[in-house]
């Protein structure tokens, strides 16, 4: 199976800095990642898709690149809503694999 | 608007056995691949299984192959999970997922999520 592995597990940053998460993946998935933000008591929502396409109703602020296995998801300026927890996924082969997480936090 | 509500949800023994459903609303429901994906507690997200938009092909993580069942009808927009000889290893809020477009595996939009316990 591919392994992904997200960096930092932790990022504490201020509203208004800029984020910059990562997710290695063990072998190539070309294009097939995407990314979900998960906040407290609710569930995941896609926020990426194949690597940088925006999901339906999310901001411009949230970018997305890589292909491969080195992709970045970057927010240029952290809203308050934006403090959660990111987890990469795989869809190139079966089964399918999500990293580990990381965490944004309030500095 | 996409609606994913879970139900089925409890608390079980080991050995025991739960059925999960997940009654879809606001997509052509037979269009769409469903997936079935569980968070242990305070844990990350583990892919469960998964079934295509007519119910003919399925994937299971290696983790349940042989202990649970996914299946669908389409007839009542429903997903369904079937848990047999469960473990407490299982104990985890298991969430439904509809697929993106004609992809199986981009989750477009989650349900609110049931949570399983397995525990004597």
């Not at chain 1, 901001?59 to 992709?71: C, H, I, L, Q």
């Amino acid at each position: 199976e591919i392994v992904l592995t997200q960096s930092p597990a932790t990022l504490s940053l201020s509203p208004g800095e800029r984020a910059t998460l990562s997710c290695r993946a063990s072998q190539s998935v070309s294009s097939f990642l995407a990314w979900y933000q998960q906040k407290p008591g609710q569930a995941p929502r896609l926020v990426i898709y194949d690597a940088s396409n925006r999901a339906t109703g999310i901001p411009a602020r949230f970018s997305a690149s890589g292909s491969g296995t080195d992709f970045t998801l970057t927010i240029s300026s952290l809203e308050p809503e934006d403090f959660a927890v990111y987890y990469c996924q795989h869809r190139s082969i079966w089964p399918l694999t999500f990293g580990g997480g990381t965490k944004v936090e309030i500095k | 608007e996409v609606q994913l509500p879970e139900s089925g949800g409890g608390l079980v023994q080991p050995g025991g056995s739960l059925r999960l459903s997940c009654a879809a609303s606001g997509f052509t429901f037979s269009s769409h691949a469903m997936t079935w994906v569980r968070q242990a507690p305070g844990k990350g997200l583990e892919w469960v299984s998964s079934i295509s938009g007519s119910g003919g092909s399925t994937q299971y993580a290696d983790s349940v192959k042989g202990r649970f069942t996914i299946s669908r009808d389409n007839s009542k927009n429903a997903l369904y999970l079937q848990m047999n000889s469960l473990r407490a290893e299982d104990t985890a809020i298991y969430y439904c997922a509809k697929g993106y477009s004609s992809t199986w595996g981009t989750l477009e939009y989650w349900g609110q999520g049931t949570l399983v316990t397995v525990s004597s």
